[in-house]
């Protein structure tokens, strides 16, 4: 078509017209391309290896290829205008999802067919009797045809299993790094701090001893001294490494009875702010969180420097917030980009591998007057989690 023409795609039976209108023009003379043109049109699209569409301002597909039946079962050509959004997102060749997936996904496409939006992609998983597969929906709108949008659907399953398997895994390695974490406070607290508990009772009966030397009982008095600040590492590491079994108890209770017990033992003063309602978390939801607020607590202890905390958890505009903020002597850049992985930053990459788990995000921002942890959970991903390594 040439320059400074608009032109409109239409279907009819198996004969695609094109009508064009020089610009300005009330009338303009009727252009009515021969069949040739049309089959060579058709064949270009048909070249096409993936499900490919127009659709009008409308949102009704008004061309299609020969691989369209295989995201849409019925053929939608010249499909009705429907304000049902299911519906409405059937004829895209998208199926099923949540009716709110489906809204806000035919409120975008909707938006592109008017012109306000240039592009919009949507991952989707269609059944068939060949099984399950996963496809991405991108659609974009075609600049000499205002009003009009290409889509076209992606295979995507093999990546979209990969992306299963990778979070599987992470997961997995979560889980076995929980339980390490576990085996290794139960091993301090039944064997070293019990051989620490018997040496610094060895060595108070021995300084009880009237004829011991004075230079054997300095001696003793600061190894008693030495030993009584390694126990109490032990233990508070013991205590920090240990996570609680959360079970149906209120989530609140339990964050506030292990800031409780990490107060006691660190002397580090913790407020928790939490607010009267959360929104419903799966266990595994609960323990990711945990596990967040104990890796960033046992960072304050034993980095930080601060004699404060404060832990606030709330729930606003659908998501779940969660924040660590310290008064301490800040976390340098490095550290908090990740750039060394196998250094001292694990535990940050740790928290961060929980968050990303169910659609988390998680920032860090640090000067020399403290550090502060966010954590944005959306509220949507947060009872489904054992879906989340399939979606």
């Given at each position: 078509m040439s320059v400074g023409r608009k032109a409109e795609i239409r279907a009819s039976g198996d004969i695609v017209h094109l009508f064009s209108k020089p610009q300005g023009e009330a009338g303009g003379q009727v252009i009515c391309h021969e069949r040739s043109e049309v089959s060579l049109l058709s064949a270009v699209i048909d070249a096409f290896p993936t499900p490919f569409a127009v659709a009008d301002k409308f949102g009704r597909i008004v061309l299609q290829n020969?691989?369209?039946?295989?995201?849409?079962?019925?053929?939608?050509?010249?499909?009705?205008?429907?304000?049902?959004?299911?519906?409405?997102?059937?004829?895209?060749?998208?199926?099923?999802?949540?009716?709110?997936?489906?809204?806000?996904?035919a409120k975008n496409l909707r938006e592109m067919c008017a012109g306000k939006r240039?592009?919009?992609?949507?991952?989707?998983?269609?059944?068939?009797?060949c099984g399950e597969r996963w496809f991405q929906m991108n659609a974009t709108g075609i600049r000499c045809l205002p009003g009009h949008v290409?889509?076209?659907?992606?295979?995507?399953?093999?990546?979209?299993?990969?992306?299963?398997?990778?979070?599987?895994?992470?997961?997995?390695?979560?889980?076995?790094?929980?339980?390490?974490?576990?085996?290794?406070?139960?091993?301090?607290?039944?064997?070293?701090?019990?051989?620490?508990?018997?040496?610094?009772?060895?060595?108070?009966?021995?300084?009880?001893?009237?004829?011991?030397?004075?230079?054997?009982?300095?001696?003793?008095?600061?190894?008693?001294?030495?030993?009584?600040?390694?126990?109490?590492?032990?233990?508070?590491?013991?205590?920090?490494?240990?996570?609680?079994?959360?079970?149906?108890?209120?989530?609140?209770?339990?964050?506030?009875?292990?800031?409780?017990?990490?107060?006691?033992?660190?002397?580090?003063?913790?407020?928790?702010?939490?607010?009267?309602?959360?929104?419903?978390?799966?266990?595994?939801?609960?323990?990711?969180?945990?596990?967040?607020?104990?890796?960033?607590?046992?960072?304050?202890?034993?980095h930080s420097g601060s004699n404060a905390a404060v832990v606030t958890m709330r729930s606003t505009n659908g998501k779940l917030v969660l924040e660590i903020a310290d008064y301490g002597r800040g976390c340098p850049t490095w550290l908090i980009e990740g750039k060394f992985s196998t250094g001292p930053g694990v535990g940050i990459a740790s928290m961060r591998a929980q968050a990303n788990q169910y659609h988390g995000a998680l920032a860090i921002q640090s000067n020399e007057y403290g550090t502060t942890l966010r954590v944005v959970f959306p509220a949507v991903y947060l009872t489904r989690a054992a879906d989340i390594a399939q979606s």
């Amino acid at each position: 078509m040439s320059v400074g023409r608009k032109a409109e795609i239409r279907a009819s039976g198996d004969i695609v017209h094109l009508f064009s209108k020089p610009q300005g023009e009330a009338g303009g003379q009727v252009i009515c391309h021969e069949r040739s043109e049309v089959s060579l049109l058709s064949a270009v699209i048909d070249a096409f290896p993936t499900p490919f569409a127009v659709a009008d301002k409308f949102g009704r597909i008004v061309l299609q290829n020969i691989h369209w039946n295989l995201v849409c079962a019925k053929g939608s050509l010249c499909s009705d205008i429907t304000d049902d959004d299911e519906a409405f997102m059937r004829s895209f060749g998208v199926i099923g999802g949540s009716s709110t997936d489906a809204a806000a996904s035919a409120k975008n496409l909707r938006e592109m067919c008017a012109g306000k939006r240039s592009s919009f992609s949507l991952a989707h998983k269609l059944t068939s009797s060949c099984g399950e597969r996963w496809f991405q929906m991108n659609a974009t709108g075609i600049r000499c045809l205002p009003g009009h949008v290409a889509i076209i659907h992606e295979d995507i399953n093999d990546l979209h299993q990969a992306k299963c398997d990778i979070n599987r895994l992470a997961m997995e390695l979560l889980e076995a790094k929980d339980n390490e974490r576990r085996r290794i406070a139960r091993a301090i607290h039944d064997t070293t701090a019990q051989d620490l508990v018997a040496s610094k009772l060895y060595l108070e009966k021995a300084l009880n001893d009237v004829e011991q030397s004075r230079n054997f009982s300095a001696s003793g008095v600061k190894a008693l001294e030495h030993l009584g600040n390694c126990l109490s590492e032990i233990r508070t590491l013991s205590y920090l490494l240990h996570p609680p079994d959360l079970g149906e108890f209120d989530f609140g209770q339990i964050v506030r009875s292990f800031l409780s017990g990490f107060v006691e033992r660190t002397g580090i003063q913790v407020a928790f702010d939490v607010a009267a309602r959360l929104p419903p978390m799966s266990p595994n939801v609960k323990r990711a969180l945990f596990l967040i607020i104990q890796e960033a607590l046992t960072n304050v202890y034993r980095h930080s420097g601060s004699n404060a905390a404060v832990v606030t958890m709330r729930s606003t505009n659908g998501k779940l917030v969660l924040e660590i903020a310290d008064y301490g002597r800040g976390c340098p850049t490095w550290l908090i980009e990740g750039k060394f992985s196998t250094g001292p930053g694990v535990g940050i990459a740790s928290m961060r591998a929980q968050a990303n788990q169910y659609h988390g995000a998680l920032a860090i921002q640090s000067n020399e007057y403290g550090t502060t942890l966010r954590v944005v959970f959306p509220a949507v991903y947060l009872t489904r989690a054992a879906d989340i390594a399939q979606s």
